[in-house]
Structure formats: C-alpha cells, structure tokens
T-cell receptor, first 113, second 114 residues
Framework: KAGVTQTPRYLIKTRGQQVTLSCSPISGHRSVSWYQQTPGQGLQFLFEYFSETQRNKGNFPGRFSGRQFSNSRSEMNVSTLELGDSALYLC????????????FGPGTRLTVL | AQKVTQAQTEISVVEKEDVTLDCVYETRDTTYYLFWYKQPPSGELVFLIRRNSFDEQNEISGRYSWNFQKSTSSFNFTITASQVVDSAVYFCALSELTGNQFYFGTGTSLTVIP
C-alpha cells in the first residue's frame, strides 16, 4: 500500500505570496491532519479534515486554511506569506477521525524569502 | 490542557549501548493515547509505538521497549544495543480519544556514535 504523499517536497516563495500544498492520504484513509514544524515552535497542529469537513483546528491565524476533496486528498493554503511561515509542513492520514493511529508523509519544506 | 515534555534535548551514546528517552505528559483526559515517533534527517515521522491509557502493560518489541507509568505520567522509551541507524530525532506525542490532534514534545536528538 502506498504511503502518504505530499507535493511539492520543496518550495521557495517570497513574502506576500500565497502557497498551496497537497497531501494524498493512504488509500482508504479518510482523515487528514496537517502539522507545522519549526525549530522554534516544534510540531504544531494546524487542522484536521474528515469527510470533507474540518473537524478540529489549531491556534493559527486565518491565513492558514485547508480543504479536503471527496477522494480524501487534502490541500492547505497559506496566504500573504510571512518569513515565519518557513517550516516543514507535515500531513498525516488515518482511517477516520478518532482513530488516532496516524501515518505521516515526507513533508513539504517551505522557505519564505 | 495537554502538554508533553521531553527534557532531554540531545543524547549521544556509543554504538551497542542502551539508551532511554524520557517523556512526561499532562492531560485532564482519563483516556488517551501515547506515541513515540522517529524523525530521520529525511523529515518523515516514522511510527514506533502506541500505548493507550488503560493498558499499562509494558512490552518489548525487538530492540525497543517502553515503560508507561500512569501514576507519574511518564512514557519512557528504551532502545537496547543502539545502532548508528537509530540516530534521529525522537518525538513523544499525546492524542485524545476523540479527534486526531497530536500534542508533540519538543523532541530528543539521538546520536549513536560508531
């Protein structure tokens, strides 16, 4: 079974731009969660999607948004990028919400210049 | 509020030594899950072990073992006979019973010296 895939793997943007990251969960998994990892803040939960609905949201500004499609693929969008948004963005999939076994993708490393 | 603390920032051991990674957690939930993940330089978080709060039985899986003590809110992880390939950052995480939000510790960077 293929694992969680994330595209692109690396991204360089400039301040003020917006970016969209994509995550394809493991086949059959319907829950997708997003995390931001930075040296200063560590791993922080962004949001979780299940059945195309946002189930839970972390403490991030409204510039961070996401969505999930009917095939469970998910995208997250960051608008008006700031230097502090430079991070590794990790996506995790699980069978369903409330099924805490999560499998992580390789991440997208975003650099904001 | 949920919180996970990994007091050890960096650990270095010589190959074949045993090493224990400490994890202390806080939660008001009576039922929850605890995890250990490994993050090699490639960046992907690799699942190692999971334990639910109502099962305090400690187990050994190959070179990995864990010690879950609810009374002290600790979930320590031991690697026996460490190998160079074990070099990575190790994260302890807590999850509520509902929802899939993980609370991660700050990680322990393990270096195994050949």
């Amino acid at each position: 079974k293929a694992g969680v895939t994330q595209t692109p793997r690396y991204l360089i943007k400039t301040r003020g731009q917006q970016v969209t990251l994509s995550c394809s969960p493991i086949s059959g998994h319907r829950s997708v969660s997003w995390y931001q990892q930075t040296p200063g803040q560590g791993l922080q939960f962004l949001f979780e999607y299940f059945s195309e609905t946002q189930r839970n949201k972390g403490n991030f500004p409204g510039r961070f948004s996401g969505r999930q499609f009917s095939n469970s693929r998910s995208e997250m969008n960051v608008s008006t990028l700031e230097l502090g948004d430079s991070a590794l963005y990790l996506c995790a999939s699980s069978l369903a919400s409330g099924r805490p076994q999560q499998y992580f993708g390789p991440g997208t490393r975003l650099t904001v210049l | 509020a949920q919180k996970v603390t990994q007091a050890q920032t960096e650990i270095s051991v010589v190959e074949k030594e045993d090493v224990t990674l400490d994890c202390v957690y806080e939660t008001r939930d009576t039922t929850y899950y605890l995890f250990w993940y490994k993050q090699p330089p490639s960046g992907e978080l690799v699942f190692l072990i999971r334990r639910n709060s109502f099962d305090e039985q400690n187990e050994i899986s190959g070179r990995y073992s864990w010690n879950f003590q609810k009374s002290t809110s600790s979930f320590n992880f031991t690697i026996t006979a460490s190998q160079v390939v074990d070099s990575a950052v190790y994260f302890c995480a807590l999850s509520e019973l509902t929802g899939n939000q993980f609370y991660f510790g700050t990680g322990t960077s393990l270096t195994v010296i050949p």
